[in-house]
């Protein structure tokens, strides 16, 4: 079993810049990717990074790209996703999740969720 527990969201003016965090427990992560889905009030949730377990390659989905980062300490057993430029199309409740083991950078089968994190950018 894998715990992620996210932390760092919050209210913030457009423009401005958020960092979340996923603090993950129990079993290693190492060898699982990682990535950040959000889900805006009435819509599907959907995932904006992702970075695999070996090569360090990402995903981004074209909405944040150049604005959002995924990173990952394997050995700290987190991940971090900084926001800048923020819209208030990015408010959404941010979820970190763990993909099956092996995957690849753009996954779509979860295994572990958070209980996620309310972001809210003010226009």
């Known amino acids: 079993q894998v715990q992620l527990v996210e932390s760092g969201g919050g209210l913030v003016q457009s423009g401005g810049s958020l960092r979340l965090s996923c603090a993950a427990s129990?079993?290693?992560?190492?060898?699982?990717?990682m990535g950040w889905f959000r889900q805006p009030p009435e819509k599907e949730r959907e995932l904006v990074a992702g970075l695999s377990w070996s090569d360090g390659s990402t995903y981004y989905a074209d909405s944040v790209k150049g604005r959002f980062t995924i990173s990952r300490d394997n050995a700290k057993n987190t991940v971090i996703l900084q926001m800048n430029s923020l819209k208030a199309e990015d408010t959404a409740v941010y979820y970190c999740?763990?993909?099956?083991?092996?995957?690849?950078?753009?996954?779509?089968?979860?295994?572990?969720w958070g209980k996620g994190t309310l972001v809210t950018v003010s226009s």
């Open positions: 999740a763990a993909g099956s083991r092996f995957a690849g950078a753009a996954f779509t089968r979860v295994d572990y």
């Open positions: 129990g079993r290693t992560i190492s060898t699982r990717p």
